[in-house]
């Protein structure tokens, strides 16, 4: 899929297709205004004789329009105008490209990018137009014996920008945005995989791979005697159920000089996630295949970062492990010491998402990072605190937690902060280690933060939980790529302040 950014009247477009949109009721925007006067008013008699109103959701496709280049007009309804906001313009933009994609137009030009959102400029709705095509259009048919691909896939879209003026901006957005969906994808089908084929070892073949592809990435995978050597006994103590070794990569992007200390990304990589001893119910198990996606944000970010190739120093940290029951595995009551020396008892093989991290965690204080973003499926204790709406954000420093709310809200990928207040630690009592790995039903995502903050004394330091937004169940089920466009949002912001 190809975009471009152009500027210019929508009657004058010579493509398969242009795309304007309609308020409700009735109401012509500027753009569908311009083809209604090219075309004596073809548009305004179909709204007059009733064809279409104008609710958001509803869509025309016209062919044969008068006095108009394309051969065909896509109208797409808007709601009432006043009501006309980021979601409304993103259900716009995804049934513009599920329309786009049934009518066989190979090629498009999208006005949508031209109508005013509140409190958002041009930039924003490139990019949007950009990632909600994107978005709408990915399948995971990779596993299907028999594919049902559309006979003439939508392979080109030119966004409008409303002025010459606003080409250099829309093109750098463009760009932004066609890196940050194609991490998104590449997130997305890591965490669509089945626990069978996205192994540990899947991934760190997946990581060396994305090496191998950018020159200014060294990726660097630690195997378990590089664990036993380092005295990894958390994330060691969750692998032992498994015959799958467990795997440790390390991804250094270097875009910014040598000396510039990186920005850390460590991603919580459980392959597949049974609860291991204290094994979970059967119900929507398979769905703990997705217990990889911090991981698979942090692979997609990567590639974002390296295909922009921004200017700062960037390392992803990614510690991978299955967690199943096996005459081997943890017990509960079982006490390890983490790479940090402190020692843990495991009441529950179920909290295994903090014992690999914490490892990992420890491992990522040699790179002397300005901050570090830890991404993970922690707790099903979020989903009940925030729901599939925004993921949950805990740390130990302000400016860097406003820093990832304000990456959140500009790329509409939105966390949420909760308190990490020190009374919450008593909850990690434990009577014959220095902590235990649960802290009670009360504040689960706060108690499982608490036990990470243990772990990130040396460094700024914040946590996403996206259990409630890594992946979608039910009828659409499957990885949203969420948060790989807040943590390359983040990521751009450090560039603007460092410029
Ligand atoms: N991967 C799960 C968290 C999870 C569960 C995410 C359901 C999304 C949906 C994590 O490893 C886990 O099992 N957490 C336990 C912790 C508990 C034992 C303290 C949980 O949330 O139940
Ligand atoms: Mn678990
Ligand atoms: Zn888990």
Redesign the pocket.
């Known amino acids: 899929m190809e975009f471009s950014v152009k500027s210019g009247s929508p009657e004058k477009q010579r493509s398969a297709c242009v795309v304007v949109g309609i308020y409700e009721p009735r109401r012509l925007s500027a753009a569908a205004e311009e083809l209604d006067a090219a075309s004596d008013g073809f548009i305004s008699g179909l709204l007059r004789r009733g064809d279409m109103e104008g609710k958001l959701g509803q869509s025309l496709m016209l062919t044969h329009v008068p006095g108009v280049l394309c051969d065909r007009v896509l109208l797409i309804g808007l709601g009432r105008e006043r009501d006309f906001t980021d979601g409304g313009f993103r259900q716009a933009v995804s049934v513009m490209a599920n329309r786009l994609q049934e009518a066989g137009a190979a090629e498009a030009v999208s006005y949508l990018s031209n109508l005013h959102v509140k409190g958002r400029d041009t930039l924003w709705r490139v990019r949007e137009t950009v990632l909600g095509v994107s978005h709408t259009l990915y399948r995971f048919d990779q596993l299907k014996s028999k594919k049902d691909q559309p006979r003439r896939p939508l392979r080109k879209l030119t966004v409008s920008v409303p002025s010459r003026r606003e080409l250099p901006g829309g093109e750098q957005a463009q760009r932004e945005a066609v890196a940050i969906a194609e991490g998104v994808s590449f997130a997305r089908d890591l965490g669509n995989l089945p626990g069978n084929i996205c192994t540990p070892t899947y991934l760190a073949e997946q990581a060396e791979a994305l090496g191998k592809a950018h020159k200014q990435l060294k990726v660097e995978v630690l195997e378990r005697k590089d664990m036993e050597s380092l005295g990894m006994g958390a994330l060691l103590s969750v692998a032992r159920g498994s015959r799958q070794p467990p795997k440790l990569m390390i991804m250094h992007y270097q875009g910014g000089p040598r000396d510039q200390k990186p920005y850390a990304l460590v991603g919580?990589g459980?392959t597949f996630?049974s609860?291991g001893i204290?094994i979970?119910p059967g119900a929507a198990m398979d769905?703990?295949k997705?217990?990889m996606c911090g991981a698979a944000s942090v692979f997609g970010t990567i590639k974002a970062v390296a295909s922009l190739e921004l200017p700062i120093n960037v390392i992803g940290v990614v510690p991978a492990s299955e967690?199943l029951p096996d005459g081997d595995a943890s017990k509960p009551g079982d006490i390890v010491t983490t790479m940090s020396g402190q020692t843990v008892e495991i009441l529950?093989t179920?909290?295994?998402?903090r014992l690999v991290l914490c490892d990992a965690l420890t491992y990522t204080e040699r790179y002397e990072p300005q901050t570090v973003i830890d991404i993970?499926?922690?707790?099903?204790?979020?989903?009940i605190a925030l729901g599939h709406q925004a993921h949950a954000l805990l740390g130990n420093n302000n400016p860097l937690i406003n820093d990832v709310l304000s990456a959140g809200r500009k790329a509409g990928d939105r966390a949420w902060e909760l308190p990490l207040w020190e009374e919450y630690q008593d909850q990690l009592k434990s009577n014959f280690a220095d902590m235990a790995?649960?802290?009670g039903r009360p504040a689960?995502t706060i108690?499982?933060a608490c036990f990470l903050s243990r772990f990130t004394k040396k460094f700024r330091w914040a946590h996403l939980d996206i259990?409630?937004t890594?992946w979608n169940s039910g009828d659409n089920k499957g990885a949203t790529g969420k948060p790989v466009p807040l943590l390359t949002q983040y990521l751009l912001d450090r560039v603007e302040e460092n410029a």
Request: proline share 0%; charged share 20%.
């Open positions: 919580k459980i996630d609860g204290s979970k769905e703990m997705f217990d967690n529950n179920d909290a295994e998402g993970a499926t922690l707790t099903g204790a979020c989903i790995n649960i802290g689960g108690t499982a259990a409630g890594a």
